[in-house]
């Protein structure tokens, strides 16, 4: 069989043969031209892929606290502002993890894929831990973010306390020493800090296990403990408790609470302030580091959240990370000194 035919002007041409000559000829002749287009796909698909759209799913925040907390609060007000304002396109969900005193949480961020869709926030605990020996990692470990501002800290009892005066506190430490029980979560700020003031004051507090920030308020309004540290955020925010400051850690009074002295002016040389920072899994792509520190900038620069912050006694400053690790070196250097002594509390 010759196959389909064809006339041309009166002549018969069988077409078959010419048809399969002709897409033997089309093969070859296009058969660079397809390696090309594959080439080009592949490059695109590539190119797509790395510029593929962030984020595209929610983004999870770890806190390595129960809720309820400073470090909680935080965070539920940067979710809040984000989902408001359209400020990213995805939900962020915030997951709790309290224990151990937070290294829980911040041992599940650092084991957490380096793809900015796990984040946490946290404190300069990330360094104290380390320093303490209750973890083997600390802020170099991780991607800084940033730090979306800071509150003064400040040692306070129930204002019920037998202690109306940071002054009274002090002389009854002097006379009866490790007789006022100060409610902490070893190895962290709220441990560290108090033992700092203790130094220079020249006297020994009795630190007592409690945990995070709502146990230690616990604690201190059952009476259980006389003193704990708390930010200037926790005063105001529960104050209606009767939780109240003696001596605030800043280098003048605090406009929230001016009657209050500072360290400084009892003679101890001591101002500290409460970091709240953002981190991401070490390797985290720089570019997605870079999106969400100018969605927390975003977040921090709308007037209802700089009115609220104001009322909270928070700073409305953004931190670098150049900043931040630089900070977090130097606390390190400055708690290093007080380990040995700290172990045995």
Known sequence: MIGPIAFDRGNIIPIMPILRANRAFTRVRHLPTCRSIAFILSITLLVASARSEFPEKPIKIIIPTNTGGEVDTMARIFQRALQQNSIIPVKTVILNLPGAGGTLGTRRLKESPPDGYTIGLWTPGIVTSKTMGIVTYDHSDFAIIGRTGYSELALGVLNSSKYDSIESLIAQSKERPRSVKVATNIGLPVHLTPLMFAEGAGIEFNFVQTGGGSK?????????????????????K???????????????????????????????????????????????????????????KSVMALPEIIEEYKTLGIYNEFGEPEEIDAFLDNMSERVAPLVAKARKL
């Open 216 to 236: 230690r308020l616990a604690s201190i309004l059952g009476k259980h403990t006389d003193l704990s540290l708390f930010s200037l955020l926790e005063f105001i």
């Open 238 to 296: 529960f104050g209606s408790t009767g939780l109240t400051p003696l001596v605030v850690l800043s280098n003048e009074r605090t406009g929230h609470f001016p009657d209050v002295p500072t360290a400084k002016e009892l003679g101890v040389d001591l101002v500290m302030n409460d970091a709240r920072i953002w981190i991401a899994p070490k390797d985290t792509p720089p570019e997605r580091i870079e999106y969400i520190a100018n969605a927390l």
